[in-house]
């Protein structure tokens, strides 16, 4: 069946208003990794906006005005398609060139070889980093990336143009489309990192499913024939029973219809109120329900699943404390709450699992087997078993390996553009510059190689934050006092570099304050240097850069981190749709080739008590039906195993033996008991038992009276105990 994984296919109610369970991606589980990066390019197009029209006046002239208006509202609708997904490409791409043809000819209408206006930076980064990063797959990227080229050809070809700025502004332009295309690998790296790291705990929960799947089936069957089958049989075959030749004939014809049919299918996943279904299932007056809101609808299997696991938690709270068990079940956001406490004396939650199957099993495994998770906390004031569904994500861990190593590559290109940018100031000016930016490259490639190696302590990334404030600081005061232009600024990518490779893999109680500090810092700092008219105007380019990469760093790092979280649950939802899928199909498996078995068997007998032809109460019709009785109740036991101990068990009835089969854990034992009972013949005594019973991977026969075997019969090597009451044989005793 096809399921789908992007959202839970449910959705539940609170107080009969819909709400969904789990707030999907728009575009799906594939396309949400890109989400982070949406969202980062997104943040560039608003801190973008105040950059483009930096130093615009309205003496400029009226088509370069005009252009950069457009421009203006392209970047308004990058900001809207990434973060509301209305698939403007198209009108993005063609006001970007509208706007490049306005500029253009509009220079080239002044006249040739007179001062030209071109920033890549400031009016086509974003765009082209939109274009690049989210339509790398389009043509729109073949246009957008033509018209730039062409529209820069043109006016560099017929305009006067300054070199050193154009150059500073491609080189800052590259290096941003570079960190943000590394970005966008680390986003992905990060996510399959993280459900890669949480697959083996899937596979692990999947492999528990299938197996709770096969017991429950079992025990179903083993319920529902020991309701109908054998006890139409043991009405006959028991000399107890008081039960009417009618009513033994009725009996016999429910037990063959119930032959004839499969069980309800396990498909219809409808929703159900979860608060009825636990009070149907837990006996009142036994505990207090609270349930908020009153009426809440999750799907059917879910609901089973908390109500069982509830029912489980309350028995066991009941079994061993006289207290009253509290349950409640409350709704907060998009997670169903279940929980069961009691003021017993507690237990030991680590001890083996032995001592607490019950909740193992009952419980975790079976809210685990739908998406959910059971927690259980015991102390010496009581026990608490707490159930969530759906299950909240794990908390990520530090940064993986590949997407470690995508890091340490990450803040390269803002270093090589700021060196570039050093490299057209004047000189010998720019010798100092270039030394501090020498000094902090290499502190760059030292806590690249620390990332790359296992991540950076809070300190270390606190260390680096201090040394791009340092810069900063050096940066400002070379510029004080004198005329500068806001290319004067070589500082901002130093520090951006810094805060890349310094931020990443640090909790977000480490990181957002870090990053707080580097940016109230640079304003500060400019403010008390520069003056605040220079901040928020010439020079504000300098602090946009450092607020852009901050932000775009955090967005990419903690929203990777949220999409990981995301998929989990989703898939984690899908699993558990897929494993009741499963689940269907193993329950009708057992079931249809049980109810096979057991009409071969069974059926003629039933349909001749159940029409008349046979007298229920006749000794040979009570015989045969005890006999039935038996060999159909070892049969139950060992399926879906091999059935033939239970034939073998039903020939020594035959033979005189009241054989019982106390145990249908047997496994690879089978065949050996098979071989050890086919030794034994009628029994030397009326009512001679034979118990068969299982344990630690041994098989244990007790036959009683005590057998009589020659010295070299075959029996010997299986001997164990050889007392004059009784024979114990063990399977795998060297003769």
Aim: glycine share 10%.
């Amino acid at each position: 069946m096809a399921l789908e994984t992007t959202e839970p296919p449910y959705v539940h109610r609170r107080q009969g208003r819909p709400q969904e369970v789990l707030r999907p991606w728009p575009r799906g589980g594939g396309a949400s990794r890109e989400r982070p990066i949406e969202v980062a390019v997104a943040v560039i197009a608003i801190l973008g906006m105040p950059k483009l029209v930096a130093g615009v006046s309205p003496q400029d002239p009226t088509y370069l005005l005009t252009g950069l208006g457009v421009l203006f509202v392209a970047h308004v609708l990058v900001a809207i398609d990434c973060l509301w997904f209305r698939r403007l490409g198209w009108l993005i791409v063609g006001l970007t060139v509208v706007a490049t043809v306005i500029i253009v000819v509009g220079q080239l209408g002044e006249g040739l070889a007179v001062p030209g206006h071109w920033r890549t930076d400031a009016w086509f980064g974003t765009l082209l980093t939109y274009g690049i990063v989210l339509r790398h797959n389009k043509p729109q990227l073949v246009v957008l990336g033509g018209t730039f080229v062409l529209g820069l050809a043109v006016v560099v070809g017929t305009q006067q143009l300054e070199w050193g700025p154009q150059v500073r502004s491609l080189a800052y332009t590259l290096s941003g489309l570079g960190v943000i295309v590394v970005a966008r690998l680390i986003t992905i790296a990060i996510t399959e990192e993280y459900l890669a790291s949480r697959q083996l705990r899937a596979e692990q929960e999947q492999e528990a499913g299938e197996s709770a799947a096969r017991a429950e089936a079992l025990a179903g069957l083993r319920r529902e024939m020991h309701d109908s089958l054998l006890h139409a049989l043991q009405r006959m075959g028991a000399t107890w029973s008081a039960a009417s030749a009618d009513e033994v004939r009725a009996s016999c014809e429910e037990a063959r219809q119930r032959l004839a049919q499969m069980p309800e299918p396990l498909t219809d996943d409808k929703p159900v109120d979860v608060c009825a279904m636990l009070h149907r299932s837990l006996k009142p007056r036994r505990q207090v329900i609270t349930c908020e809101p009153e009426i809440l609808l999750v799907p059917l299997s879910v609901a089973q699943a908390l109500a069982g696991a509830a029912r489980e938690a309350v028995r066991n709270a009941l079994k061993h404390t006289p207290g009253i068990p509290e349950v409640q079940l409350v709704q907060r956001g998009g997670t169903v709450r279940v929980t069961v406490t009691d003021e017993g004396p507690g237990f030991d939650v680590m001890a083996p699992r032995g001592q607490s199957l019950g909740l193992e099993g009952s419980v975790v495994q079976r809210v685990a087997a739908v998406g959910g998770e059971a927690r259980v906390h015991s102390g010496a004031n009581g026990t608490t078993v707490e159930m969530l569904w759906p299950a909240p994500p794990p908390e990520p861990g530090g940064l993986g390996e590949r997407a470690r190593r995508l890091i340490s590559w990450c803040p390269f290109p803002l270093v090589a553009a700021s060196a570039l940018h050093i490299l057209t100031l004047e000189w010998p000016g720019a010798a100092f510059p270039m030394a501090i930016t020498v000094i902090v490259a290499l502190l760059i490639a030292v806590g690249a190689v620390a990332v790359r190696g296992g991540g950076l302590a809070p300190w270390q990334s606190a260390v680096l934050c201090g040394v791009g404030m340092i810069t900063f600081i050096v940066n400002y005061a070379a510029v004080q006092g004198g005329p500068s232009t806001d290319w004067d600024l070589w500082a901002p990518s130093l520090v951006s570099a810094l805060l890349i490779i310094g931020l990443p893999g640090q909790p977000v109680r480490v990181a957002v304050p870090l990053a707080g500090v580097v940016v109230v810092g640079a304003v500060t700092t400019s403010w008390l240097t520069l003056g605040w008219q220079a901040t928020i105007g010439s020079h504000f380019g300098g602090i946009l850069a450092v607020l852009l990469y901050t932000i775009v760093t955090l967005v990419l790092v903690f929203g990777a981190q949220a999409v990981s979280r995301h998929l989990h649950v989703t898939r984690r939802l899908a699993a558990a749709a897929e494993l009741r899928a499963q689940a269907a199909q193993v329950r009708d498996g057992v079931w249809h080739g049980w109810l096979a078995r057991a009409e071969k068997l069974t059926g003629a007998f039933l349909g001749e008590v159940a029409d008349g032809s046979r007298d229920p109460f006749a000794p040979e019709t009570r015989a045969r039906a005890a006999r039935l009785g038996a060999r159909m109740r070892d049969e139950l036991r060992l399926w879906p195993g091999p059935l033939r101990l239970a034939s073998e068990l039903d020939r020594l009835r035959g033979a005189g033996w009241d054989a019982r089969l106390l145990t249908g854990d047997v496994g690879s034992m089978s065949d050996d008991l098979v071989e050890l009972l086919g030794h034994l013949g009628r029994p030397g005594e009326d009512q001679a038992q034979l118990l068969v019973s299982a344990e630690e991977g041994t098989a244990t026969v007790t036959a009683t009276p005590a057998v009589a075997m020659a010295e070299d019969s075959p029996l010997q090597r299986w001997v164990s105990v050889a007392d004059p009451d009784f024979t114990q044989f063990r399977t795998g005793k060297e003769s």
